[in-house]
Structures are given as C-alpha cells and as structure tokens.
C-alpha cells in the first residue's frame, strides 16, 4: 500500500516537473515587449484568463513551444494576457481571444487554422523564413512537389513580375507555399509560352498565369491555392469563402456510401475536370461528409446525398430544381447560378438576420441541454422560475386589490342603504315628537274641566 502511495506521489512529481519543463519554453510577455519584439520572429498567442477555448489550447501551446525551441527553429513562443496589457492587444489588432499572430519585423499575421500542434508548427515554420524560397536542383523540386498538393513556382530572372510575385507571396504565406527555380530545374514537359512566368502544380498538371486572363496575380494566386477538388469541411469552407468562388458541393455519408453518393461524388468531380475552363474561376468543387454543417448554415434541412452551390459572400445557397441523373443536368445546374437565372435561398437580409439570431440561440439552448441537462436546467429553468414566479404575484395582487375595491364598493352601498333608513327613522322620530305634545295638552285641558266641574259639584 506504501509502496502504492510512493509510485503515485512520483508519478504526480514527474509529471508536474514534465509540465514545468515544457511551459519554460513559452515566455509570458508584459509591455515591454513591444520595445523588444524587433530583434526577433515571435509566436505569440494573445488570451484572456476567462476564456474556455484559450485554457484548451494552453496545454497545446506549451507543446509548440518545446517542440520549436527543440528543433532549433528562430521563432520565439509566447503568450500576453489581452486583459491586462489591453493597450498593446490593441495595437496588435486583437479582436477576440485567443488571438495567435506571428510577429516578423514591421509584419504581423494571423493564425486562422486549426489548433492543433502540428498545424500551428508548420504555420510558423512557413511563415518565419523567406517569402519565396529557391528551387536549386530538379531533386528538390520533385521533394517538394510530393510534399505539397499546390506549389506555386516563378520562374525566370529578375523581372518586374518577380517583384510582384514576393509582394504576393509576403501576403499569402499564410496560406501557402512560394518557390522560385530556373527553367532547366522543372520537367522538360513543362513548356511556357514565355519567361519569367509563374505557374502553379496541381492536379496532376501545371496552368501558366495570363495576366490579361486571369487579372492581378494576387487573386489569381488566392483562386488557384486549393485543389479543384477538395474534400471539404467547416473549416475548409471559411477559407474558401476568401477566394470569392462559388462552391459546388456533393453531400454525402463517407460512413455510409451509396450508389447515389458515389454518383454524384463522381459528377462533381467529372465537372471540376473536364470544365476547368468553363468554371474553375467561379467555382470550387468539392464533397462533404455529413448535411450536420450544411444545415446549421442554411438553417434548413438538406437530404443526404444531394447536391448545394454557397454563396458565402452573401449567405446564399441553390439546390437542383430537380434531381441531377446525368454531367450535363449538373452542368445545366451549374450555369443557370451563374447566370443568375437559378433560384436563390436565403441570404443575408433583415429577415434572415433575425432569423439567424433564433436559430443561434435555439442551437445554443439545445446544446447546453445535450452536453449538461442538469446545467441547462439551471441556467434556463431558474430565470424561467424566477420570471414565472414575478409574473404570478403581479397578477395575484391585482387580483387582491380588485377584490378589496369590490369589498369596499359593497361597504359603501351597504352603509349608503343604512344613513339612508337612519334618516328616514330620524324624520318619522321627529315627526312623532312634534305629534306628543299637542296630544298631551288636550288630555290636561280635560283634565282641568273635570276637575272645575267636580268644584261646583262639591
């Protein structure tokens, strides 16, 4: 038993030294590290001591500060309490908690992925070194074609479309990956129709950037940094939101496939092949797992399989009039969205802003119940209670007050009826006494006369 109680008291120990050791790589940081933060690459990960989600990701943190520090990266792990030093927060643009930048220089910029370990370990090796990185042999290009799924490339010399291409590269280096080689290093099956010239791989294939095509690079860059098709989730669909496409979506069950699911997987997949030309600068393709996401944001209910296009611009979204049984119904679907003549649901006008706002709260009410049922009771029963119990006394004693007013009426008619009959008992009283005396005196007139009449009798 003693013996027990020591390997337990060890074990805690270890752990609690295990714990020490790996928050000793994340530095708390106070106002003087604004003063400080130019001598270095800073991660840092602003919260407030209140917030649920920023105590989930603590023990996260602390895992990517050891893991950068033990692998000899630059970039130095941080966190600030937004709450306390409110001001610097401030003027690092932190708007909600946690909030995770990395600072690099004069730049700084936004952490929008998952929170996970790895996630957050490759934004910030990508982001702290240079915006485009050199291609110096055909061995590394194929290394790093395998590794990435999109891998946009210059190629050429000095040009004035090199310089734009870092100026697009500095931007969106939080999203991807930007290399520069000589011709000599890519494929010889790789051909340009001119140098320098900027190209993306993808797809099994690689498309040449037309400036006269496909507008400025930096949104030909941002439309083309996804797959044309994608398996898509929550998470997916808010970045793809910030190239501006349309998203054509095959729901499916990926648990549970069909012979209709895999039909219209395929579909969707034909058109993002074979009419790259025709859509890919409106549209991105994809499939998702489940209609759980899809209906919290339409609000609605979507049949598993079937098929949506979003808007989400503008919160729109259009389903098939009909069922898709063939390319070309999908392809007859996907045109009339784009030439307007498909039927748009929802949106976000004040109908569906208010309309939102319910469906966020029931969301919100039912959750807390399914996760807590005890603690929903309290939070929503109790003021439920409390309102119940306000609105019964205000009714009851208007109820009271009404009945003492229809008492005291009564009393008042009662008593009304009563002076009534004193008044009247009063008048016959009076009456009767003005009557008494006069009777009175004619029986002492008789009685006088006897009494004389006796006197001459006598």
Same mark, same amino acid.
């Given at each position: 038993?003693?013996g027990?109680?020591?390997?337990l008291a060890?074990?805690?120990?270890?752990?609690?030294?295990?714990c020490?050791?790996v928050?000793?790589?994340?530095?708390?940081?106070?106002?003087?590290?604004?003063?400080?933060r130019?001598?270095d690459?800073?991660?840092?990960?602003?919260?407030?001591?209140?917030?649920?989600?920023?105590?989930?990701?603590?023990?996260?943190?602390?895992?990517?500060?050891?893991?950068?520090?033990?692998?000899g990266?630059?970039?130095?792990?941080?966190?600030?309490d937004?709450?306390?030093?409110?001001?610097?927060?401030?003027?690092?643009g932190?708007?909600?908690?946690?909030?995770?930048?990395?600072?690099?220089?004069?730049?700084?910029?936004?952490?929008?992925?998952?929170?996970?370990?790895?996630?957050?370990?490759?934004?910030?090796?990508?982001?702290?070194?240079?915006a485009?990185?050199s291609?110096?042999s055909k061995?590394m290009f194929?290394?790093?074609?395998?590794?990435?799924?999109?891998?946009?490339?210059?190629?050429?010399?000095?040009?004035?479309?090199?310089?734009k291409?870092i100026?697009v590269?500095?931007?969106?280096?939080?999203?991807?990956?930007f290399?520069?080689?000589?011709e000599?290093?890519?494929p010889?099956?790789?051909?340009?129709?001119?140098l320098?010239?900027?190209v993306?791989?993808?797809?099994?294939?690689?498309?040449t950037?037309?400036?006269?095509?496909d507008?400025?690079?930096?949104?030909?860059?941002n439309?083309?940094?996804?797959?044309?098709?994608?398996q898509?989730?929550?998470?997916?669909?808010?970045?793809?939101?910030?190239?501006?496409k349309?998203?054509a979506i095959?729901?499916?069950?990926?648990?549970?496939?069909?012979?209709?699911s895999?039909?219209?997987?395929?579909?969707?997949?034909?058109?993002?092949?074979?009419?790259?030309?025709d859509?890919n600068?409106?549209?991105?393709f994809?499939?998702?797992?489940?209609?759980?996401?899809?209906n919290?944001?339409?609000?609605?209910?979507?049949?598993?399989?079937?098929?949506?296009?979003?808007?989400?611009s503008?919160?729109?979204?259009?389903?098939?009039?009909?069922?898709?049984?063939?390319?070309?119904?999908?392809?007859?679907?996907?045109?009339s969205v784009?030439?307007?003549?498909?039927?748009?649901?929802g949106g976000?006008?004040?109908?569906?802003r208010i309309k939102?706002?319910a469906?966020?709260?029931?969301s919100?009410?039912?959750?807390v119940f399914?996760s807590?049922?005890?603690?929903?009771?309290?939070?929503f029963?109790?003021?439920l209670?409390?309102?119940?119990?306000?609105?019964?006394?205000i009714?009851?004693?208007?109820?009271d007050?009404?009945?003492?007013?229809?008492?005291l009426?009564?009393? $008042?008619g009662?008593?009304?009826e009563?002076?009534e /009959?004193?008044e009247? &008992? *009063?008048?016959?009283?009076q009456?009767? +006494? #003005? $009557?008494?005396?006069?009777?009175?005196d004619?029986? /002492?007139?008789?009685? &006088? *006369?006897?009494?004389?009449t006796e006197? +001459? #009798?006598?």
């Open positions: 038993m003693a027990a109680g020591g390997a060890c074990g805690v120990l270890t752990a609690a030294l295990l020490s050791a928050s000793a790589y994340v530095e708390d940081l106070d106002d003087k590290f604004k003063d400080n130019m001598d690459v800073w991660l840092v990960d602003f919260y407030a001591p209140w917030c649920g989600y920023c105590k989930k990701l603590e023990p996260i943190w602390f895992e990517v500060g050891a893991e950068l520090k033990n692998s990266s630059p970039v130095r792990v941080g966190k600030m937004a709450t306390a030093y409110s001001g610097m927060a401030s003027e690092f932190v708007r909600g908690y946690p909030t995770i930048k990395l600072l690099k220089g004069e730049l700084a910029y936004n952490y929008k992925g998952p929170r996970t370990k790895d996630d957050i370990i490759e934004f910030a090796n990508r982001v702290a070194g240079p485009v990185r291609l110096p061995q194929e290394h790093v074609l395998k590794r990435h799924d999109v891998l946009f490339v210059y190629v050429g010399g000095e040009s004035p479309l090199k310089e291409y100026d590269a500095s931007e969106l280096i939080v999203y991807t990956y290399f520069s080689a000589s000599d290093v890519l010889e099956s790789v051909t340009f129709p001119e320098p010239s900027v993306v791989f993808k797809d099994g294939s690689y498309f950037y037309d400036e006269y095509e507008g400025s690079l930096s949104s030909w860059v439309r083309e940094r996804f797959q044309s098709y994608l898509i989730d929550g998470f997916t669909l808010y970045e793809l939101g910030e190239t501006g349309l998203v095959a729901v499916i069950d990926d648990k549970d496939p069909t012979e209709e895999t039909r219209l997987k395929g579909l969707i997949q034909r058109v993002s092949r074979e009419y790259r030309n859509f600068r409106d549209f991105q994809g499939h998702m797992d489940g209609n759980d996401y899809i919290s944001l339409i609000m609605g209910e979507v049949s598993v399989p079937s098929i949506i296009i979003l808007n989400t503008n919160e729109q979204y259009f389903l098939p009039s009909e069922p898709v049984e063939s390319l070309e119904q999908l392809v007859h679907f996907i045109r784009l030439d307007g003549s498909a039927q748009a649901h976000d006008g004040i109908f569906q939102r706002v469906f966020d709260a029931r919100t009410v039912m959750s399914r807590s049922p005890v603690l929903g009771c309290f939070l029963g109790l003021p209670g409390v309102i119940s119990l306000m609105c019964y006394g009714c009851t004693a208007e109820s007050d009404g009945a003492e007013d229809m008492e009426m009564k009393r $008042e009662l008593t009304d009563e002076d /009959e004193d009247e &008992e *009063e008048r016959r009283r009456a009767g +006494k #003005l $009557e008494g005396p006069a009777e009175e004619e029986g /002492e007139e008789e009685v &006088e *006369e006897k009494s004389a006197k +001459k #009798l006598d």
